[in-house]
């Protein structure tokens, strides 16, 4: 590899790593986190006498729910309205880790690759 060519791989393994230690600053920055997402619903209780059978307006609740993903199946777990906003902020903070996560995984592929040219250009030179 040219002089210029190490040079510029040099630079942009430089450039990646900077955008991988902000990024890494970001994921510190992260608080607690769940996977899934709140639902909120309003309810028919069933009894065929009580408003909520004919009005949609007159259901129960609202009823929140924490919904996510486990071995393919969609697990559902009831969450009291006064845990609702933590677990909603819980679920932001877990999109957020995977956006991260992502970039990371991207740069250190790029930043890896790079480095693997530079190691073996610096054998054959
Ligand atoms: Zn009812």
Do not use: W
Request: charged share 30%; hydrophobic share 30%.
């Amino acid at each position: 590899m040219s002089r210029s060519g190490v040079r510029r791989l040099e630079q942009s393994v430089e450039r990646h790593s900077q955008r991988f230690r902000e990024l890494r600053r970001d994921l510190e920055q992260l608080q607690h986190f769940c996977k899934g997402t709140v639902l909120q619903r309003m309810m028919k209780c069933g009894k065929a006498h009580c408003a909520c059978a004919s009005d949609p307006t007159k259901r129960h609740g609202p009823y929140f729910e924490l919904t996510y993903k486990a071995n393919g199946k969609t697990v559902n777990v009831k969450v009291s309205p006064e845990a609702a906003p933590l677990y909603r902020a819980a679920s932001q903070q877990y999109r957020k880790l995977k956006v991260l996560l992502n970039r990371l995984d991207k740069l250190s592929q790029t930043i890896l690759r790079h480095q693997a040219k530079l190691a073996q250009s610096q054998r054959r030179g």
